[in-house]
């Protein structure tokens, strides 16, 4: 009729905000979905990925020696290959892997954990193929000790027990003091029952690193991955974690992965990587004699 009163001009105005809401809000409803729709594909990726199967008849392993017989690996087309990959780690020996980043180093260890599984060849521990061996005891065999320790919220003695759940706490303190860590500890307000922030949260990176040397003490395994792990500590925790180490290691089948040269001189065996490629192996003395890519490697260093 060509008039409209006060209240009714004002309950429009109110009430026509309600209209167009639900438009503004699709903005936030979209962005909603694309974060549920990536979080979903990732835990479908994890919850579908293929499980290793055990043997029907599992065989273990009497001696601890490594080999890779004519492995070959890749990860995707076009990307990084490993070709004829052949090298013997006997028992009780130090082996060094080194070469420049890419080469290949820490995929070994990725294949002898089975994280991977090669497209040919074969990988065994004292003459067995691994895959012949139930995958829970492969892992039992087996301390990892990286330069990357996974600590979790929770006391210090639950830490180290991850070595083995069995453990008693008299066998978890003589490992800490085999790993050089035990005085600190004992110093704690609370010792062994002391609780530590999730990856280490309050600890230095040489103290973790102890930590997971006294995992790998408690677990006693016959051969040890270790990716060397003194490149970013102080002298002090340098010293205590080799000494550490040097007790570790001994009459154990160890595949070190080197960043540092000068610290794999002693090391029964250097095999050289290079695109995924043995290039070279021996002593450092012999490596050392021929004058190739493992002079270069120490050259540059």
Known sequence: QGELSLFAYLMF?????????????????????????????????????????NPEQPKTATHFNLSFDKVDFH?????????NLTFHVPEG????????SGSGKTTITNLLLRFWEPQ??????????????????????????????ILFSDTIANN?????????????????????????????????ETKIGENGLGLSG??????????????????????????NVDPVNEYKIQQAMSSLIRNRTVLVIAHHLQTIRN?????????????EYGTHAELAAKNGMYCKLLSMQ
């Open 13 to 53: 105005i109110i009430v026509s905000k309600e209209f167009y809401k639900p438009f503004v809000n699709m903005e936030s409803h979209w962005l909603n979905y694309i974060k549920v729709k990536d979080s979903y594909g990732r835990i479908s990726h994890l919850l579908n990925a293929p499980v290793i199967t």
């Open 75 to 83: 990860y995707e087309k076009e990307g990084f290959e490993m070709k």
């Open 93 to 100: 020996t130090v082996t060094a892997l080194v070469g420049s």
């Open 120 to 149: 040919t060849g074969s990988i065994r521990i004292g003459g067995l193929d691994i895959r012949e061996m139930d995958y829970d005891y492969l892992l039992g065999k087996i301390s990892v000790v990286m330069q990357n320790v």
């Open 160 to 192: 180290i027990k991850v070595g083995n759940q069995h453990a008693t706490q008299e066998e978890i303190e003589d490992a800490a003091r085999r790993a050089m860590i035990h005085d600190f500890i004992i110093n704690l307000p609370e010792g062994y």
């Open 206 to 231: 040489g103290q973790k690193q102890r930590l997971s040397i006294a995992r790998a003490f408690l677990k006693d395994a016959p051969i040890i991955l270790l990716d060397e792990i003194t490149s």
């Open 267 to 279: 090391a029964n065996q250097i095999i050289v990587m290079d695109k995924g490629h043995l290039v």
